[in-house]
């Protein structure tokens, strides 16, 4: 799993070429938000021997007639229509484009329907919920990603006069909390990134143990 803390919400998903006008999960009052970067297989699929329990938002069509399409997008097939006030059952979204429960692909377009704050944001063990509080307290960490093999990337506030030495410890400091607080077993490798970008490469790196 890759999920990434920004300061602020104007957040873009890159990979996708999709604004998500703003994260749709808000965990601090200091406007910390968690976007879903990304899932690698591993996590996407359910652990040998667990059933995967589906995810289901409930929502409702704001539009006076709305298409039910086969697929997200305007040139599959219009399968069904609904009246505004229907209700509807949410479980996934690719682009623009919002899937909705049920035994045969039905597709509606997100500017038609209202759905939850929360809609398809991530879920988070209580450990690493714990963490991720931990670092929006900290208040010295621009963006956090989890990458998954105990690695992490950090991008620091700047800050006048902070010392080589100080990014260690910030970092080394990181890397232990996770470690601790998300219970991962390995050594975790935190990876310092300049504030502009990974062009010129990565500052420091600090591990834990």
Same mark, same amino acid.
């Given at each position: 799993?890759?999920?990434?803390? *920004?300061?602020?919400?104007?957040?873009?998903?890159?990979?996708?070429? @999709?604004?998500?006008?703003?994260?749709?999960?808000?965990?601090?009052?200091?406007?910390?938000?968690?976007?879903?970067?990304?899932?690698?297989?591993?996590?996407?699929?359910?652990? $040998?021997?667990?059933?995967?329990?589906?995810?289901?938002?409930?929502?409702?069509?704001?539009?006076?007639?709305?298409?039910?399409?086969?697929?997200?997008?305007?040139?599959? @097939?219009?399968?069904?229509?609904?009246?505004?006030?229907?209700?509807?059952? $949410?479980?996934?979204?690719?682009?623009?484009?919002?899937?909705?429960?049920?035994? @045969?692909? $039905?597709?509606?377009?997100?500017?038609?329907?209202?759905?939850?704050?929360? *809609?398809?944001?991530?879920? *988070?063990?209580?450990?690493?919920?714990? *963490?991720?509080?931990?670092?929006? @307290?900290?208040?010295?960490?621009?963006?956090?990603?989890?990458?998954?093999?105990?690695?992490?990337?950090?991008?620091?506030?700047?800050?006048?006069?902070?010392?080589?030495?100080?990014?260690?410890?910030?970092?080394?400091?990181?890397?232990?909390?996770?470690?601790? !607080?998300?219970?991962?077993?390995?050594?975790?490798?935190?990876?310092?990134?300049?504030?502009?970008?990974?062009?010129?490469?990565?500052?420091? !790196?600090?591990?834990?143990?």
């Amino acid at each position: 799993m890759v999920w990434t803390i *920004f300061d602020g919400c104007d957040v873009s998903n890159n990979g996708g070429g @999709e604004h998500l006008g703003g994260i749709r999960k808000v965990r601090q009052r200091v406007l910390r938000c968690v976007l879903l970067v990304g899932l690698g297989l591993a996590a996407a699929l359910p652990a $040998a021997g667990q059933e995967e329990v589906k995810r289901v938002w409930e929502g409702s069509v704001v539009a006076r007639s709305l298409n039910v399409r086969a697929g997200p997008g305007n040139g599959f @097939e219009i399968v069904d229509k609904l009246k505004r006030g229907a209700e509807i059952q $949410a479980i996934d979204q690719s682009g623009r484009w919002i899937r909705l429960d049920g035994d @045969e692909p $039905a597709w509606v377009h997100e500017s038609y329907v209202r759905l939850p704050d929360d *809609f398809m944001a991530p879920e *988070f063990t209580p450990e690493e919920d714990a *963490f991720l509080d931990w670092v929006g @307290e900290r208040g010295d960490l621009a963006e956090l990603s989890v990458e998954g093999d105990g690695r992490l990337s950090v991008v620091l506030i700047p800050e006048d006069g902070r010392r080589r030495a100080d990014i260690l410890t910030i970092a080394k400091s990181v890397g232990c909390a996770y470690r601790e !607080q998300a219970g991962f077993e390995g050594t975790v490798t935190v990876t310092v990134w300049p504030e502009d970008g990974p062009a010129a490469g990565w500052i420091l !790196q600090a591990t834990c143990p």
